[in-house]
């Protein structure tokens, strides 16, 4: 039983049961209540040495100490870039990774029968890592990091692999790179999603004079999103139409979880199925005439790009007005600092800062995810801090942080970073 003290009020007794596969969750999730026991088991709550390695982090004068430390790196796995003053540079996803019996943790397995008992972890020196790789560079942004051949079960749950595509695209255009480079790249709005599902509405055929103007700037369109760009709203309202059209009647109650829908009220604005839909989706459209298509009509694809694309006039019709020029994804998609205090009114006025309108999104370097499910959901994950590293030079070291130094609204370093954070402007990063 744990006790809560509430100030003011009665304390509150949470009775949380734990088993040896973990805590049993049915509490936290509505749909649960009533049924079968549900535990997790969960690598962040086995005994651990975190701290060890964090202090081993610390004090690490290069990537083969720094790989040392990751050792005890205990939690759930991250991707860990690093490099030295000594020109190496080395990647490394540690944590620990069960190895099961059997199944792959993706869905609930009976834990009565022993058939799904966790047997060990994956080995440290076998989980992926690259030091000095011969391309010259490390990439990372949440993508699967191995392939087919890898051995062991790492996961299902990466993103989309966008970020990294862009990232590696734009090293690879420019030789050698400088800090100026790095401050572009940072800033960078390409989606390589949207640059793929561009030409399909681009040669759209259509004889409604409405769907033939957005057709039009499809055509011309290069993927970027900037905020405002009346081209990146249409791709954005599009595809979840599409999903709709698609997922709604064949799927039923599990077609917003397919889309993105969290499984509990406070995870309700996203999951990571909404990445496998979208990129479900992108390749889907290589199919012209999948089944998938069809709606009970004997329709194709065109047919429904034809209904979502109406859809999507028409909702960005009513959002934002009937000429093409004022529908800017920046108005759809817009960026507030949220302060812990600022949840409740009046208090936003005194601690929020925003909205801002914004462009990118989860698919783009300058990352400002939104959910795959619904664009009305309030909440814009993005890059708060951004850090470039000269370790030729530690004092060209660059950040900016927003909206500002200080946490104290009264305080002028409050919020005096947000036009700097928006127009890729950096601070210098002292170190003597």
Not at 297 to 314: C, F, K, N, S, Y
Request: proline fraction near 7%; include cysteine; charged fraction near 25%.
């Amino acid at each position: 039983e744990e006790e809560i003290e509430v100030k003011g009020g009665e304390t509150v007794v949470e009775e949380v049961i734990v088993t040896h596969h973990g805590p049993i969750i049915n509490s936290l999730a509505p749909d649960l209540a009533g049924e079968e026991p549900l535990a997790l088991r969960w690598t962040s709550l086995e005994p651990d040495t975190m701290l060890e390695g964090l202090f081993d982090m610390n004090r690490a004068r290069d990537c083969l100490e720094f790989r040392e430390a990751l050792r005890h790196w205990s939690a759930t796995n991250v991707n860990a870039v690093y490099a030295d003053t000594g020109g190496n540079i080395a990647y490394s996803y540690p944590g620990r990774f069960p190895i099961r019996a059997g199944g792959d943790g993706s869905v609930t397995v009976p834990g009565w029968t022993g058939e799904y008992e966790w047997t060990g972890y994956i080995p440290f020196e076998e989980l992926p890592h690259l030091y000095n790789p011969p391309q010259g560079y490390v990439a990372s942004a949440n993508n699967r990091v191995v392939g087919d051949e890898y051995p062991y079960e790492l996961g299902r749950e990466f993103t989309m692999g966008d970020r990294y595509q862009r990232i590696v695209e734009l090293i690879e255009a420019k030789n050698p790179i400088d800090i100026d480079y790095i401050k572009r790249m940072q800033l960078d709005q390409e989606s390589p999603a949207a640059r793929a599902m561009a030409p399909y509405l681009g040669q759209l055929q259509v004889e409604d004079p409405e769907l033939a103007a957005v057709v039009g700037i499809m055509r011309e369109w290069d993927g970027t999103l900037t905020a405002d760009s009346p081209a990146a709203a249409v791709y954005q309202v599009f595809v979840r139409r599409m999903h709709n059209l698609l997922l709604q009647d064949k799927l039923d109650d599990l077609a917003d979880s397919y889309r993105g829908k969290g499984p509990t009220p406070l995870m309700q604005t996203s999951s990571m199925s909404g990445e496998k839909a979208w990129a479900w989706l992108q390749q889907l459209m290589a199919e012209p005439d999948a089944h998938w298509f069809d709606l009970g009509q004997g329709e194709e694809r065109d047919d429904v790009m034809r209904l979502a694309l109406r859809e999507t006039i028409d909702f960005l019709t009513s959002e934002l007005g009937p000429e093409i020029e004022d529908w800017s994804w920046g108005k759809l998609h817009t960026l507030t600092c949220a302060h812990m205090l600022g949840s409740v009114k009046p208090l936003d006025r005194l601690f929020n800062r925003g909205p801002y309108p914004v462009g990118g999104d989860g698919t783009t370097v300058w990352a400002t995810g939104v959910s795959r499910f619904d664009l009305s959901c309030e909440g814009t994950i993005g890059p708060p801090f951004r850090f470039i590293a000269d370790l030729g030079d530690l004092r060209n070291s660059w950040g900016i942080l927003i909206p500002g130094q200080s946490g104290q609204p009264g305080s002028k370093h409050y919020d005096d970073q947000v036009q700097a954070w928006f127009e890729g402007e950096y601070h210098p990063m002292l170190y003597d």
